[in-house]
């Protein structure tokens, strides 16, 4: 809850940035005239300008014409906005094409200097601007030959100090290849302290809009090279960076203070690709959190629409805008209904869904309003920016509620399987337990009936003798049959808490026990490894078909070899190298005769591994390889 308040509390802060100007008041509105001299310059906060101009479609008309009394078409009266949303009866007027606006305004009610500032964002899309008479700011190129127009997209702040009553305000603007032409937004005048207050607003809200995004977008970055397979946080993380690219473009042209400005066609071709890559990792980042949900028409779609949309700056520049537009309205559109389906229809599974449904809703609401405003002529940047900090930050939150859920999950899982792992192991030492007291049994049983039946015989001492060497021979086979069986319990319970030692004291153990000696060598990366990796339920079964493999090579060369057995074992390149030689008994394999390895391949094959055998004279040399993932894969799913 506290955290909703904080985000509420961010959101009135942004709303208040939003109401920083004041309206013109009805009552000083003559339809292209307005009386603002009553007006406390220095203390009153930017006016806005934009109703009541005067509109002349398909004339560049300077001062002088106005002053001169020729005879000009009627104007009409309309709003600072594109007039390609202006419809009078039956007329309508195309994108393409040149008109003049005029306004005048009574700034004073005596002749004294005064200095004020005139500010208003990017027109549609080249224009000049008279005042009194004189030519203050030209942007781009202003004609009435549709290939000499030059487009401009930057804001315009004019400086104006004047003796006059009046200022008589003549705007001429072009438009060939966009697809709205004309004016936008606020046309809004104040004194220079103002004004300067009213910019370093919005200045204030964009910088703190882009330092939280930056700050959420570092910090899911830095937590994905953490945890390289949370590929949620990276996508996430790149969607934050499409965002801080586009800020600085939006409302008050923030990267005017750091860069060169930036021709109109460049800013369009750009915010364009930076909206595919929006679409692109939003929609991955999507899959990531819904893995096994994943719609593969819908994933083609965007990726189709993304590799159309590449080509779009190649289309001729009068259509290029149209496409870029409906482009961003298709697929928004798509992501939203898609997103808001997948949160609906596995909303028990989804974990942060109030959240992520509240970014969704925040991004939805502002970015199509600011789609709405801009379309009919409205400055939308700052609902725009408004949209990408509440789904950054709900979103954030909701990626920190699925962590958090994962890590518990995971936590969960690992205990559950830890506690699965011992008692599968006490329960097979139960069973070995049991099977020892059987067999320990059976052979004591075995004695027994056997003594009763020499008991009452009559026998030489010879032949008593005799029979003690047999009851000796079978005590000691049952007392070598339990010993082995006791200790190959240990060695299990060995190689869960040591992998390399455990195999290590159970292969020199059996060599030990038939005279044999034996070289054991690993590599520091092989020791390594199995050092890191704990064997629990979900990997047991892997660990223990390895253990097994060894185990069967190492009987293998105890029933056909002699001599030294030295075995190598390294890992290189994710890639297990076990190497085991050793000098063949040829009294009991035949040179033509192949050893049996069906039991090895088997296991082997689990492991996804190969081996090879070489026998050159009287040497045998085993070579097993397999990859590092296949034990990886098991022991990291969670």
């Given at each position: ?46 006016i ?64 004294t ?11 549609h ?41 009046e200022?008589d ?71 934050c ?6 800020i ?17 066609l ?62 961003i ?104 337990q ?5 067999q ?16 009452n ?91 097994y ?22 890992l ?60 990886q ?6």
């Amino acid at each position: 809850m506290i955290k909703i308040i904080r985000w509420f509390i961010l959101l009135l802060v942004i709303a208040i940035q939003l109401n920083c100007y004041q309206k013109l008041p009805q009552k000083n509105q003559f339809d292209s005239y307005v009386d603002l001299s009553g007006t406390d310059w220095e203390n009153s906060i930017p006016i806005n300008l934009s109703s009541s101009w005067e509109f002349y479609w398909n004339q560049l008309l300077d001062p002088n014409d106005f002053d001169s009394n020729q005879t000009i078409l009627k104007p009409y009266i309309v709003d600072f906005r594109p007039w390609t949303n202006l419809r009078f009866g039956n007329q309508t007027f195309s994108e393409k094409g040149y008109a003049t606006y005029r306004k005048r305004i009574k700034i004073q009610k005596e002749t004294t200097s005064k200095h004020l500032v005139i500010y208003f964002s990017h027109l549609h899309t080249s224009s000049k601007v008279f005042i009194n008479g004189n030519l203050v700011q030209e942007k781009g190129k202003v004609s009435a030959n549709p290939k000499e127009v030059i487009p401009d997209r930057t804001n315009s702040t004019i400086d104006i100090i004047t003796n006059n009553l009046e200022l008589d305000i003549v705007l001429q603007i072009a438009n060939q290849d966009f697809y709205h032409g004309g004016p936008r937004s606020e046309f809004l005048i104040a004194s220079p302290k103002q004004m300067q207050i009213f910019k370093n607003k919005n200045l204030m809200a964009e910088i703190f809009v882009f330092g939280l995004i930056f700050a959420s977008a570092l910090y899911h970055l830095f937590f994905y090279f953490q945890n390289t397979k949370q590929f949620a946080f990276l996508y996430f993380s790149v969607v934050c960076f499409s965002f801080l690219i586009r800020i600085p473009f939006l409302n008050s042209k923030l990267y005017e203070y750091f860069i060169p400005v930036q021709s109109f066609l460049f800013q369009s071709i750009l915010l364009h690709y930076i909206n595919i890559i929006t679409f692109l990792f939003s929609m991955m980042f999507l899959n990531e959190l819904f893995k096994s949900y994943r719609n593969l028409i819908i994933n083609y779609t965007f990726y189709i629409g993304a590799l159309i949309a590449l080509f779009t700056p190649l289309a001729p520049r009068t259509i290029q805008t149209y496409l870029n537009f409906v482009y961003i309205l298709v697929y928004l559109s798509l992501f939203m209904g898609y997103s808001i389906y997948l949160l609906y229809r596995f909303r028990k599974e989804a974990q942060g869904l109030y959240f992520m449904a509240l970014a969704l809703f925040a991004l939805g609401i502002f970015c199509f309003l600011a789609i709405f405003f801009n379309y009919y002529g409205v400055q939308g940047g700052l609902y725009l920016i408004s949209g990408y900090l509440l789904y950054v930050g709900f979103q954030s939150a909701s990626l920190s509620k699925y962590f958090a859920f994962a890590i518990e999950s995971r936590a969960n899982i690992e205990r559950h399987l830890y506690e699965e792992s011992i008692n599968a192991l006490s329960k097979q030492r139960a069973e070995l337990q049991l099977m020892v007291h059987d067999q320990l049994g059976a052979n004591l049983t075995d004695l027994k009936v056997y003594l009763e039946k020499k008991r009452n015989l009559t026998q030489t001492q010879t032949e008593i003798n005799s029979e003690l060497d047999v009851v000796y021979n079978r005590v000691v086979s049952t007392i070598y049959s339990l010993r082995n069986q006791l200790l190959y319990i240990e060695d299990l319970s060995l190689i869960f808490e040591n992998f390399v030692t455990g195999l290590h004291l159970t292969l020199l153990r059996r060599y030990s026990d038939v005279g044999r000696e034996f070289d054991f060598s690993t590599s520091d990366e092989f020791t390594n490894y199995f050092n890191q990796v704990k064997i629990i339920g979900n990997n047991q079964n892997s660990f223990l078909n390895l253990f097994y493999l060894l185990y069967e090579v190492c009987t293998n060369d105890i029933k056909y070899g002699m001599g030294d057995s030295i075995w190598n074992l390294d890992l290189n390149g994710g890639e297990f190298h076990i190497h085991q030689r050793n000098v063949l008994n040829q009294s009991i394999l035949p040179p033509n005769e192949k050893l049996e390895l069906k039991s090895i391949k088997q296991r082997l094959n689990q492991l996804k591994g190969n081996l090879t055998v070489e026998i050159l004279d009287e040497f045998y040399h085993l070579k097993i390889h397999f990859p590092a993932e296949s034990l990886q894969n098991r022991s990291n799913q969670y």
